[in-house]
């Protein structure tokens, strides 16, 4: 594999993954509809009831709208991982996915190319998200916009990462529905999304330690501590590591020859 090979490939899987999203216009506004929704519908709400705002244990008093943002971007970065991890399904089963796989390029490559792909289109949609946020006067700091890149980058990566090896043990595309509910909200809601750990710690210890083995907790609080310009050293060792597990295991199981695709008939089928 020479670096034009390598780059050729890179280059026509982000591609396609870009011209499928822009076609799916109604991927893009659901992306955008769903964390506006709860950013400006359920935070208004939940601070009307508390009161105050909730205090971070490494913050002053901010506001609740501006506190959950960043769990907002992790939902966006989760669920475009997710309608990625739908598309390698789909893909499968029409046969694409045989088509691309059978490539002189490394599988393993091959991989990470349609992961890159759809990093590269949730850090579009998180850009986009907060765009509208800033409308709403919900902004950071213009260094944290900055810092937030490399965070994105790297907790979309884990995200997808996660969301292709489930979409390695689903064998028909009408599971995948159920596996993404099953799997989005508990990711969700045991996170520091919503709420910070030290507060859940106060409800239940067995729910923090639950919180705190989450690899979506570490993705969201890399994500707000970038937004703030800095950076977090617990979380971002957490997210790398959660990254290379699993995409390590997302490598196994798409090997024909080990891998739950030697079960399946490979990858198309």
């Excluded at 011209?19 to 216009?25: E, G, P």
């Excluded at 030290?198 to 083995?213: G, I």
């Excluded at 609080?221 to 060792?237: K, P, T």
């Excluded at 590591?241 to 199981?253: E, T």
Aim: hydrophobic share 55%; net charge positive.
């Amino acid at each position: 594999m020479t670096f034009i090979h390598a780059w050729r490939c890179l280059l026509g899987v982000l591609v396609r993954e870009s011209l499928r999203f822009i076609h799916q216009r109604e991927r893009f506004i659901a992306a955008l509809i769903r964390p506006l929704v709860w950013l400006l519908v359920f935070a208004a709400g939940f601070r009307s009831a508390l009161g105050v705002s909730i205090l971070p244990p490494y913050d002053t008093y901010i506001p609740y709208e501006v506190y959950i943002a960043p769990g907002l971007i992790g939902m966006i970065q989760l669920f475009n991982g997710m309608q990625s991890s739908l598309s390698m399904v789909y893909d499968r089963e029409m046969g694409s996915m045989r088509t691309l796989l059978i490539s002189p390029l490394p599988r393993w490559y091959l991989l990470i190319c349609k992961l890159l792909a759809g990093t590269f289109v949730s850090v579009l949609q998180v850009y986009a998200f907060l765009v509208i946020a800033s409308v709403f006067g919900i902004t950071m700091q213009t260094i944290g916009y900055v810092y937030l890149l490399p965070a994105l980058f790297i907790s979309g990566m884990m995200l997808g990462a996660f969301a292709m090896l489930l979409s390695s043990l689903i064998k028909q595309l009408e599971n995948f529905a159920g596996i993404m509910n099953f799997v989005i909200f508990p990711m969700f809601f045991l996170s520091s999304a919503l709420y910070p750990l030290w507060k859940m710690k106060e409800s239940s210890n067995l729910l923090y330690q639950l919180c705190a083995f989450n690899p979506f907790t570490h993705a969201v609080e890399l994500i707000r501590f970038a937004l703030y310009g800095q950076l977090n050293m617990e979380a971002a060792i957490y997210t790398g590591s959660a990254l290379v597990i699993f995409l390590g295991a997302a490598f196994y199981a798409y090997d024909p020859a080990r891998g739950m695709m030697s079960r399946k008939g490979g990858p198309g089928g």
